[in-house]
């Protein structure tokens, strides 16, 4: 075992920045509910609406139209379940909701769920080889019945693979027929430019950790106009959409994280960049018959590499890799101990056995080229052991 530790998982997670740090331990031991009338409470009110006003400003947002979360998963639930009952209870027939083949499964299980449950129709799109959406398929399944659609959900870019989706011609698509779009921005915040205005999105779910902000924290982007049906009932917090008592810490620290990020994001975007072509051309190098997965630049974001190793489980590979100090991601899901194939690579036209094969790196604020050198060092002797393990 090594002592020195390389994180290549800066998708999963990411370090909190220290603008993050310091905002959010300035106000832990502050007392009060930021709902309560007196001056204690008042005091903690302000550290969120200036937070809430910090974060329109970096992300091109009206401060009203920031609704706090518990993080990405509750916001993408938000959304989805509380436009599609809100546009069915106003037209019955709305019951449709259009979505990727490629979605995280923070939005894919809620569309299970409502399609279970509440009897919602989830027609999920296909995408092509570098998992971008059809839009010509989307185009035709919107026309068919265009007043029969609730919404539509596509992500801002993809977790696994980092595919940039063409909002702007989804949303295009969406207005010419007064369908709301949510988008899954929780990867691009901070990632590549996000503007919420001028993107014509209804609705943009992000995540704090994924920024260099704490965990347990998020937003909900969502238009004033938009009627939202809540999941919470309790105070009426958050415009009566979201209720809950405001974990004011974590959003002092979210938002100073996303104003970080948003400030860094193009000189950032240019140094992960490099280590990413420097990562995948050692990988590469060291195992030629490797293959990328995705877009790569500039249809995709800029620090993530997805390879496949032919005749390796990713998941043997992952393990030969962390014994090594290299920590990275299979990008695959498990179910009871039994490695299941990546959706995303298999809605990209894979086989099930590419797809058991991958590996994810993602690289972040911290990495740096000792870091995706030893990755490299690292990755010949692993895959020969890997290949030797499942034949």
Same mark, same amino acid.
């Given at each position: 075992?090594?002592?020195?530790?390389?994180?290549?998982?800066?998708?999963?997670?990411?370090?909190? +920045?220290?603008? /993050?740090?310091?905002?959010?331990?300035?106000?832990?031991?502050?007392?009060?509910?930021?709902?309560? *009338?007196?001056?204690?409470?008042?005091?903690?009110?302000?550290?969120?609406?200036?937070?809430?006003?910090?974060?329109?400003?970096?992300?091109?947002?009206?401060?009203?139209?920031?609704?706090?979360?518990?993080?990405?998963?509750?916001?993408?639930?938000? =959304?989805?379940?509380?436009?599609?009952?809100? %546009?069915?209870?106003?037209?019955?027939?709305?019951?449709?909701?259009?979505?990727?083949?490629?979605?995280?499964?923070?939005?894919?299980?809620?569309?299970?769920?409502?399609? @279970?449950?509440?009897?919602?129709?989830?027609?999920?799109?296909?995408?092509?080889?570098?998992?971008?959406?059809?839009?010509? /398929?989307?185009?035709?399944?919107?026309?068919?019945?265009?007043?029969?659609?609730?919404?539509?959900?596509?992500?801002?870019?993809?977790?696994?693979?980092?595919? $940039?989706?063409?909002?702007?011609?989804?949303?295009?698509?969406? =207005?010419?027929?007064?369908?709301?779009?949510?988008?899954?921005?929780?990867? =691009?915040?901070?990632?590549?430019?996000?503007?919420?205005?001028?993107?014509?999105?209804?609705? $943009?779910?992000?995540?704090?950790?994924? +920024?260099?902000?704490?965990?347990?924290?998020?937003?909900?982007?969502?238009?004033?106009?938009?009627?939202?049906?809540?999941?919470?009932?309790?105070?009426?917090?958050?415009?009566?959409?979201?209720?809950?008592?405001?974990?004011?810490?974590?959003?002092?620290?979210?938002? /100073?994280?996303?104003?970080?990020?948003?400030?860094?994001?193009?000189?950032?975007?240019?140094?992960?960049?490099?280590?990413? @072509? %420097? *990562?995948?051309?050692?990988?590469? %190098?060291?195992?030629?018959?490797?293959?990328?997965?995705?877009?790569?630049?500039?249809?995709? *974001?800029?620090?993530?590499?997805? $390879?496949?190793?032919?005749?390796?489980?990713?998941?043997?590979?992952?393990? *030969?890799?962390?014994?090594?100090?290299?920590?990275?991601?299979?990008?695959?899901?498990?179910?009871?101990?039994?490695?299941?194939?990546?959706?995303?690579?298999?809605?990209?036209?894979?086989?099930?056995?590419? /797809?058991?094969?991958?590996?994810?790196?993602?690289?972040?604020?911290?990495?740096?080229?000792?870091?995706?050198?030893?990755?490299?060092?690292?990755?010949?002797?692993?895959?020969?052991?890997?290949?030797?393990?499942?034949?």
């Amino acid at each position: 075992m090594t002592e020195r530790t390389v994180y290549l998982d800066h998708a999963a997670t990411t370090p909190m +920045v220290d603008a /993050a740090v310091e905002a959010m331990t300035a106000r832990l031991r502050d007392v009060g509910n930021a709902n309560s *009338l007196h001056a204690s409470g008042r005091r903690v009110r302000r550290v969120v609406e200036e937070s809430r006003e910090t974060l329109a400003q970096a992300l091109g947002c009206r401060p009203g139209e920031v609704v706090f979360t518990s993080g990405g998963t509750e916001s993408d639930n938000l =959304a989805l379940k509380g436009l599609f009952w809100s %546009r069915r209870m106003a037209a019955g027939r709305r019951t449709r909701v259009l979505s990727s083949s490629v979605e995280h499964h923070a939005v894919l299980d809620p569309l299970a769920w409502l399609e @279970e449950h509440e009897g919602a129709g989830v027609e999920l799109l296909a995408v092509d080889v570098a998992g971008r959406l059809d839009v010509a /398929a989307l185009r035709a399944t919107i026309e068919r019945d265009p007043a029969s659609v609730a919404l539509i959900s596509v992500m801002w870019a993809n977790n696994e693979v980092g595919t $940039l989706q063409p909002i702007e011609e989804i949303v295009s698509l969406a =207005a010419a027929h007064g369908i709301p779009v949510h988008t899954d921005a929780v990867q =691009a915040v901070g990632v590549v430019p996000v503007d919420f205005a001028c993107s014509g999105v209804d609705a $943009l779910s992000l995540s704090g950790h994924k +920024v260099g902000g704490p965990q347990g924290v998020g937003a909900l982007l969502v238009r004033r106009e938009l009627d939202v049906t809540a999941l919470l009932h309790g105070g009426g917090q958050e415009r009566d959409v979201r209720s809950g008592t405001l974990d004011a810490p974590a959003i002092a620290g979210f938002a /100073a994280a996303v104003e970080w990020a948003v400030k860094q994001q193009h000189a950032y975007a240019d140094r992960v960049a490099a280590l990413r @072509e %420097r *990562l995948v051309a050692g990988m590469l %190098r060291e195992v030629p018959d490797a293959v990328v997965n995705g877009a790569g630049a500039p249809g995709g *974001l800029p620090g993530i590499a997805h $390879l496949s190793f032919p005749g390796c489980e990713g998941d043997s590979l992952l393990m *030969l890799l962390d014994a090594q100090g290299i920590e990275c991601s299979t990008g695959s899901a498990c179910s009871a101990g039994v490695p299941q194939p990546s959706h995303v690579l298999l809605a990209m036209g894979r086989d099930a056995e590419d /797809a058991r094969s991958s590996l994810r790196f993602s690289l972040g604020h911290t990495t740096t080229e000792a870091d995706v050198d030893a990755a490299v060092a690292a990755i010949g002797a692993c895959v020969q052991r890997a290949r030797a393990a499942h034949r």
